[in-house]
């Protein structure tokens, strides 16, 4: 995504949608996953650092506003505003300023509209984040496995992330969702000993939704294939045996 802020479109867990990207034109991300539909993470993190020269609050809060006042113009009803774009959005190095900035924008162009952060989780580490964060909506954070070894082979962190990290980190934020990509192929997360531990992890962090979904653009690796619409219904029927956390499936129908 080259935008600073897209078009409305229609995402299937959050309606209508504009996305905001804080990052420029490349993908910036700490983590370089198995699956990603945006490619390979190819900006280290030294390089994000020292030679990324990120856009502006001012420029990304004018871009948002434009779309939403097309949106309001074309007389489509945006439900979700989507703070992601292109990589890691918390790598933003002003975020807390942008957020306050959106919110105010939000309230003055869509006010009934929902701003929410889908993040790697990988970031939450100072009170200013977290304070940030518990401004938005919604905060949506990503596992997808639920030991050690398996978060290095699925989300290859380029920085010295752990799991139990990302955990302790989210549940300072005053509520969260978790989003689960699972996937098969040859080097599935779709396995018993995967989902049980996964779930225990979940668990531990007690989010308010569980968001189960799957490949549904071409991935960095070609051998991740999509899970059918039964295999994310089995886990689903174990989040509810399991844990008391409400959780739903998303699948792209053919
Ligand atoms: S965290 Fe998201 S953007 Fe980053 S590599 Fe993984 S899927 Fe891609």
Redesign the pocket.
Known sequence: MKELAGQPHFDLRFGQSIIINPLGPE?L?S???I??D?GP?EVRMNQIKKEIQFPSVKDVEAAFRASLRNANQQGIKVQSLLLSGN??PTLYPELPELIDHLLIARQELNPSSQLILLS?GAHIDTNKTVHALNQLDERII?IDCGNERSFKKI?SPLIRATLSRITSGSRKLKDCIVQSMFYGGPKSNNTKENIDEWMELVGILKPKKIQLYTIDKPPVDPSCTPLTEDDLYVIESLIKRKLSIASEVFIKQP
Do not use: A, H, I
């Open positions: 993908k991300c983590y370089d996953c699956y990603c945006l993470s990589g890691e790697n990503k989300n």
